[in-house]
């Protein structure tokens, strides 16, 4: 399926199929409202009405802002795909929503067809979106940008939703140098023997008992003259059984989705790069299988951590924030940035707290919260805060070492797993270090706004938009 704006007006477009978006209230003055008042379409966002003899498709939105047109653009490509049309034509409605006309469509058209013996067959080939007279150069750009952002969502949700059998941390290692190859980024990788020098004894705790070795990953793109540089942090659990305190069976299904961290930052990268960022950006990554076994990492071990800091395992299922906690060193230490943001599949608490289609936000900086919000909502991605709170800190304590991984009270497990964190960001950091806890939006299992079943790629988008305003 391919997308493409043209320097037209819709009248000069041959297309089998015309699409126009209409609210409630555009419904009750068209020329059609008789037929479509008797197909009982109504305009309700996300509803769709062929007129096939007359080669016309309507779409409604509650309105025309960016986030209605998005989720409307993603209903009219589904309404396309499961017709036999092969091309289909639009006109841009103005400037700010052509980014979400284009998501919609890309995101919103997203198959995973990787492990179908059969898949479906498609015949839409084209849709054209009509620049009627516009500014087409400035409109260009915003849809060249959309192209590169939606499709590096794509690639996240492709890595994500790749079977654990498949995807383990040292073919995790393998596929992000394939990106860093394509994309002319450095790449350094960290096998087993090399992390136990860089003494990650927290990261090779949780990954002991995997058949496959744990791996650090970094990946930078280095520009001429960048403007600022930023450091992302990905959790990246090929799959998180918990360990030795074991996910109930019900639980475990999904878990392949724990390295959706990685994922994102992969995204990121990827986006920044062919966007041509002013920014220079690290990517860091800790590749790793919680699994159960002989050797397997237990609930009362001490671990010593790169930063010196050691940590009573409570619990092995809290093992994100182990490997977060020496990755997070590592960067720290191997870059100067002016940023660091990490991206996790933190905890269940998250979803409970804000539900599951909000990333949760914890971060010490008021600014930093400011322009990441904006961005978030200038990208149609949710986000919530999380807020720090010195009451939940304490729950933390560990009576034998520096801290427990675990809170010893059940509420607030978002933050307190944020708090945890926050132990292993050095003073001079804590301004520039926000986490990202992605449980819930970072994959799904029934279609809302513009995902479908699988990973979403949360965070590649109000990361690109936030990179992109440095
Ligand atoms: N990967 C999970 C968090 C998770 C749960 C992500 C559901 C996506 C969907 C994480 O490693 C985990 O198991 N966290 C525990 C923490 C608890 C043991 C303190 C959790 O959330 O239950
Ligand atoms: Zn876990
Ligand atoms: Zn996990």
Not at 30 to 58: M, P, R, W, Y
Not at 149 to 177: G, H, M, W
Request: net charge negative.
């Amino acid at each position: 399926m391919n997308i493409q704006l043209l320097n037209k007006n819709i009248s000069d477009i041959k297309a089998e199929i015309l699409v126009e978006f209409l609210t409630p209230d555009s419904l009750k003055e068209h020329s059609e409202v008789g037929i479509l008042n008797q197909a009982g379409f109504k305009a309700e966002q996300d509803s769709t009405c062929f007129l096939h003899e007359k080669g016309l498709l309507f779409c409604g939105t509650d309105s025309k802002k960016s986030d209605d047109i998005r989720s409307a653009a993603s209903s009219m490509v589904k309404a396309l795909k499961s017709s036999n049309y092969e091309n289909v034509a639009f006109s841009v409605i103005k400037n700010s929503s052509l980014s979400a006309m284009v998501e919609g469509v890309i995101l919103g058209g997203y198959e995973f067809n990787d492990y179908k013996s059969k898949p479906k067959e498609i015949t839409l080939k084209e849709i054209s979106i009509a620049s009627n007279e516009l500014d087409y150069e400035e409109l260009k750009k915003t849809f060249d940008e959309a192209v590169i952002i939606s499709n590096a969502t794509c690639y996240t949700r492709d890595i994500v939703n790749k079977a654990p059998q498949e995807l383990n941390p040292e073919t995790f290692a393998i596929l992000a140098k394939k990106l860093a190859d394509t994309n002319s980024l450095e790449c350094n990788i960290l096998a087993e023997d090399d992390l136990k020098k860089e003494n990650m004894g927290a990261m090779l705790a949780v990954g002991r008992a995997s058949i496959h070795e744990s791996q650090l990953i970094h990946l930078a793109y280095k520009p001429a003259n960048p403007k600022k540089v930023i450091s992302l942090v990905g959790k990246g659990l090929t799959y998180d059984s918990g360990g030795l305190s074991l996910k109930p069976a019900a639980s475990m299904v999904t878990m392949k989705m724990d390295k959706a961290g990685a994922c994102a930052v992969l995204g990121m990268i990827k986006s920044a790069s062919e966007l041509k960022l002013d920014v220079e950006i690290h990517v860091f990554i800790g590749a790793v299988e919680n699994m159960v076994g002989g050797n397997a990492y237990k609930p009362d071990d001490v671990l010593v951590s790169r930063s010196g800091t050691t940590i009573e395992v409570r619990n092995t299922d809290a093992e994100g924030r182990l490997v977060l906690a020496d990755v997070l060193t590592y960067a720290q230490e191997t870059v100067k940035a002016d940023g660091i943001f990490d991206f996790a599949t933190l905890t269940g608490a998250c979803m409970i707290a804000l539900g599951q289609y909000t990333t949760g936000v914890m971060g010490h900086s008021h600014k930093l919260k400011h322009d990441i919000s904006k961005a978030a909502s200038a990208s149609g991605e949710l986000t919530g805060s999380l807020p720090f709170n010195k009451h939940l800190k304490k729950l933390l304590k560990s009576e034998i070492a520096d801290i427990s991984n675990v809170a010893s009270k059940p509420f607030g497990g978002a933050i307190t797993a944020g708090l945890f964190l926050d132990k292993f960001i050095k003073d001079e950091n804590k301004n520039k270090w926000m986490h990202f806890d992605i449980a819930g939006s970072a994959y799904t299992e029934s279609a809302w706004d513009c995902n479908v079943y699988g990973g979403t790629g949360a965070g590649v988008r109000f990361m690109s938009e936030y990179l992109k305003n440095i």
